[in-house]
């Protein structure tokens, strides 16, 4: 069966630095999504992505956060400064259909994001 | 704003028993609803997609039921095993291009 791949699956990093999360989503599907899930809290939205630009993004989804598609096959995730309170798993999610609901969401095993 | 609520947080079985997790949605406007389960530290893993126009669906061990108008799906899990042991999250979708997800059922099947 298709997968989401996400890469890597934990990365440490320094407060104040960039870090970049990468994702492959499943080849035949058009929207892409990126969601966190701070320890013991909802998984929660933070930005679609179809076309080759944002379709919609949360109050979380700051300056600080940007998403790009370099290639067909990667979506990444960046954050250019890390706080503390970017600590978190991180999931990649893609889907096949349109915003309508017509498909389910596939999502990756996730990316676990710790700030030191 | 769509809120979701799971109940029971947690729920601990003998291995064998039926059981019946629950999910409420306050907007019933929904396109569909999925179930996900997430072992520890890892992934969802999709178990069940019903769109807003069906009632249920049903898959291996797994049956759910989504009643719209009155917000709440269900999830019954017949013959629950030791390897069913996991979270089990709700997720809605409003059409509004992200899934809302409940807090999830801890569930734990005793051997």
């Known amino acids: 069966e298709p997968e989401v791949t996400q890469t890597p699956s934990h990365q440490v990093t320094q407060m104040g630095q960039e870090v970049i999360l990468r994702c492959v989503p499943i080849s035949n599907h058009l929207y892409f999504y990126w969601y966190r899930q701070i320890l013991g809290q909802k998984v929660e939205f933070l930005v679609s992505f179809y076309n080759n630009e944002i379709s919609e993004k949360s109050e979380i989804f700051d300056d600080q956060f940007s998403v790009e598609r370099p290639d067909g096959s990667n979506f990444t995730l960046k954050i250019r400064s890390t706080k503390l309170e970017d600590s978190a798993m991180y999931f990649c999610?893609?889907?096949?259909?349109?915003?309508?609901?017509?498909?389910?969401?596939?999502f990756g095993s996730g990316t676990r994001l710790t700030v030191v | 704003k769509q809120e979701v609520t799971q109940i029971p947080a947690a729920l601990s079985v003998p291995e064998g028993e039926n059981l019946v997790l629950n999910c409420s949605f306050t907007d019933s406007a929904i396109y569909n609803l999925q179930w996900f389960r997430q072992d520890p530290g890892k992934g969802l893993t999709s178990l069940l997609l019903i769109q807003s126009s069906q009632r249920e669906q049903t898959s291996g061990r797994l049956n759910a039921s989504l009643d719209k108008s009155s917000g709440r799906s269900t999830l019954y899990i017949a013959a629950s095993q030791p390897g069913d042991s996991a979270t089990y999250l709700c997720?809605?979708?409003?059409?509004?291009?992200?899934?809302?997800f409940g807090s999830g059922t801890r569930l734990q099947v005793q051997p």
């Open positions: 999610a893609s889907s096949r259909g349109g915003f309508s609901g017509d498909y389910g969401y596939t």
């Open positions: 997720a809605v979708n409003t059409g509004r291009r992200a899934l809302t």
